[in-house]
């Protein structure tokens, strides 16, 4: 089982940054990576960028490429989001999540486990 602890939201005007870290413990051997998801107020949970934990290969939601970065630290079990250029439709609860299965399907939110309990970004305008 592996346990998932994010950090860094808050609140930020339009056109500031974030930065979100997401911690992992526990049976974090053998994952294929980790993902960050977000949901809105009365929206359904939607992908914004998930990282290979072996390759480095990233992979983003339309909306937010260009504008935020994901990194990984497999050494200390972490996961960044770097939120640039911020939009009022940023404003979501943010999660992270481990990618289990070894597949393509990394924008699949059906294909991710252990989620956090996730962090608060609100962005203002």
């Known amino acids: 089982q592996v346990q998932l602890v994010e950090s860094g939201g808050g609140l930020v005007q339009a056109g500031g940054s974030l930065r979100l870290s997401c911690t992992a413990s526990?049976?974090?051997?053998?994952?294929?990576?980790m993902g960050w998801f977000r949901q809105a107020p009365g929206k359904e949970r939607e992908f914004v960028a998930a990282i290979s934990r072996s390759t480095g290969s990233t992979f983003y939601a339309d909306s937010v490429k260009g504008r935020f970065t994901i990194s990984r630290d497999n050494a200390k079990n972490t996961a960044s989001l770097q939120m640039n250029s911020l939009k009022p439709e940023d404003t979501a609860v943010y999660y992270c999540?481990?990618?289990?299965?070894?597949?393509?399907?990394?924008?699949?939110?059906?294909?991710?486990?252990?989620w956090g309990q996730g962090t608060q970004v609100t962005v203002s305008s």
């Open positions: 999540a481990v990618k289990k299965a070894y597949n393509s399907m990394w924008y699949t939110e059906a294909q991710y486990g252990s």
């Open positions: 526990g049976r974090t051997f053998g994952t294929h990576g």
